[in-house]
């Protein structure tokens, strides 16, 4: 039943799928090709992977959602059908993970061919689920209660903080940036990770909830 | 005889409208129109019975199960027929039906075929390039492929042209000689009505207005028309929608007996399904 | 069977093709245990609701013309006629003893009562 559901969200914006892939495709390679020069910088990759994420979900999720806006209706007729309310929000959620795995395999496939580009370790790919799913959890519920149109400010608020993000850290742990990219790549060990992780599910399960109960209560 | 949908207390509130207190029943077997102006509050009914807007108060019950503890049950077993715009415009009919077809049990693809075919429709065309009558057609097809044992259908005939409203018709008479066992539809069209309604339900301003078999209204009703003099305040009671001009009077009476006694020189005719709607939803008496 | 019913008649339209079918059962032109139409085919054909035809199975049974088995339809049953049909032959049974036993107190031949009957026949 949900797998169609999710089947539904991909179908939705089919013709532009070969887009969304280019773009997580784009941001490593052209971070390579911008530091080809440069001395290798321990841990950029987690910068570049969480670049990779919130680019995608903006993309794929917007894209959904706007094709499910145009026809409002459809929503209705398929809770007109046997398919629960929960069902379709959980679809959307499984979508997300799937767009995030997508970016785990594009940016390990990238590593793999470009040896100056690190694997992920665990603590990064936890970082990235992290800030994808917090900003993913804060649009789905705020686009299904109050449309797209409001929610695209959050994703406008991401963008923003994404482009002056790394320069307000930068100046903020002005000494210490070194310090905490050596600890994110040295840290295989298992409190980081453990804390990152039930971060990360605790946030995802939580907006699920959230957004399965304003969804219920939605009139369609 | 089983009641097939039951509708008691249902209390809608909007604040421009309110469903106030529907209460109606379905027996099995019948085809029922559900007739009122537009905005009288058809929509709202079925999207409650739908649950698609939450109902304020009441319950409703298909198949004697209600429809909030049952929903899934329920909704595997009928079939919707809304209007055009419950569809995702940018995908393919088959694209459409893939998305749809597997919440159903009982779907059958081989019937989603043959009613593709005899609605001549090619399930790779994109919705958005449907006309209206053939969106209405694609959605019977998915109403009428997965064994579907009540339609239930908002305005289905609505902006269509004759020739499809009556292809509409033969549909669904057709669909109750061959196992289904209710059809319930909006309209405002009451000459759809006249051709295959059993039972008809009058809805205006969030009220039922009235219930009962097709047959009965128009065995019951007649318009009456006379000479203006001929009324007082007494045999006055006995006609809805009383309309007066110079050349006479002209109004509806259940009353026919009385009317007989009372006034027995007036003029007495069948009436329309249109006449007596109208009489109880036409702002009452009209004395000049 | 042949139901025609009219839209601008005064008669409910229940009433009429009741009194059709009650006609045909009469005639004889509707058999004991015969079958009658599926209500939904029939209410099709005259164009009439599903209601209507329903009201008049019901009213049939409950006039003793037909009988409803669930699941499987309406059937004629004439048990109704022939138990209207003995009542009358009991009356007239009643009138003829009390014919034959005057005839046996007055002396009147068997004879003489058929042709008395076959007068009084003739008379009609």
């Known amino acids: ?220 | 005889m089983n009641n097939i949908l039951e509708v008691n207390g249902l209390v809608k509130r909007y604040p421009a409208f309110s469903l106030d207190n529907i209460s109606f029943s379905l027996p099995e077997g019948c085809v029922t129109g559900f007739i009122g102006a537009n905005g009288a509050g058809k929509t709202t009914t079925i999207r409650s019975i739908l649950n698609l807007a939450h109902k304020d108060a009441g319950t409703i019950k298909i198949f004697g199960l209600d429809t909030v503890k049952h929903e899934q049950e329920i909704k595997d077993r009928i079939g919707i027929v809304m209007d055009g715009s419950y569809f995702y415009n940018e995908l393919s009919m088959q694209d459409m039906k893939s998305i749809v077809a597997p919440a159903y049990s009982k779907w059958s693809d081989a019937d989603y075929r043959s009613y593709m075919e005899k609605f001549e429709l090619d399930p790779k065309q994109k919705i958005s390039t449907l006309s209206k009558g053939m969106r209405m057609k694609f959605a019977l097809v998915l109403a009428l492929s997965h064994q579907a044992e009540l339609l239930i259908m908002d305005e289905p005939t609505s902006g269509l042209d004759p020739l499809v409203r009556s292809q509409f018709l033969g549909i669904v008479m057709d669909y109750m000689e061959n196992g289904g066992k209710g059809v319930f539809f909006s309209t405002h069209i009451t000459s759809d009505l006249d051709k295959i309604a059993d039972m008809l339900v009058l809805i205006d301003g969030g009220k039922i207005i009235l219930q009962q078999s097709k047959d009965d209204l128009l065995d019951t009703f007649r318009i009456v028309k006379g000479n203006v003099a001929l009324l007082n305040d007494q045999n006055r009671q006995l006609i809805r929608g009383l309309k007066v001009s110079s050349f006479g009077f002209t109004g509806i009476t259940d009353h026919v007996a009385k009317m007989k006694k009372e006034l027995p020189d007036v003029l007495l005719e069948k009436a329309t399904i249109e006449d007596i709607m109208l009489a109880y939803i036409g702002g009452g008496n009209d004395d000049r | 069977m042949n139901v025609v019913v009219s839209n601008s008649s005064d008669v409910p339209l229940y009433v009429q093709i009741k009194e059709q079918i009650k006609d045909a059962i009469l005639k004889g032109e509707l058999e004991d245990g015969e079958l009658l139409p599926s209500i939904r085919s029939f209410a099709n054909d005259v164009q009439v609701s599903v209601l209507t035809v329903r009201r008049v199975y019901e009213e049939l049974e409950k006039e003793g013309f037909a009988v409803s088995q669930a699941g499987r339809g309406t059937f004629v049953s004439m048990g109704n006629l022939e138990l209207l049909r003995d009542s009358k032959r009991r009356i007239i049974e009643q009138d003829l003893q009390k014919a034959v036993h005057n005839a046996r107190l007055f002396d009147i031949a068997k004879d003489d009562l058929y042709a008395m009957l076959d007068i009084l026949y003739e008379e009609d």
């Open chain 1, 1 to 220: 039943m949900i797998a169609n559901l999710v089947k539904k969200d991909f179908l939705l914006v089919k013709k532009s799928i070969v887009g969304f892939l280019g773009i997580s495709i784009l941001v490593p390679l052209l971070a390579i090709i911008l530091m080809r020069n440069t001395a290798q910088i321990q841990g950029i990759g987690m910068f570049i992977f969480l670049y990779m994420v919130i680019l995608m979900e903006l993309s794929f999720m917007q894209a959904v959602a706007t094709e499910e806006e145009k026809s409002q209706k459809a929503t209705a007729l398929l809770c007109a059908a046997p398919y629960p309310r929960k069902s379709y929000v959980i679809a959307k959620y499984i979508c997300y993970l799937i767009s995030y795995g997508v970016c785990v395999a594009v940016y390990s496939i990238i590593a793999a061919v470009y040896p100056r580009l690190d694997f992920l370790n665990i603590a990064e790919a936890l970082v990235g689920f992290l800030v994808g799913t917090i900003l993913y959890g804060v649009y789905t519920p705020v686009a299904i209660k109050y449309g797209i149109t409001k929610a695209r400010l959050v994703f406008t608020a991401a963008i923003l903080l994404m482009s002056l993000g790394p320069i307000l850290t930068i100046k903020v742990f002005r000494s210490d940036i070194t310090l905490i990219l050596s600890f994110m790549q040295n840290t295989s060990g298992t409190l980081v990770p453990i804390i990152l992780g039930i971060a990360g599910v605790g946030i995802f399960l939580i907006s699920m909830i959230v957004s399965i109960r304003i969804f219920a209560k939605k009139e369609l």
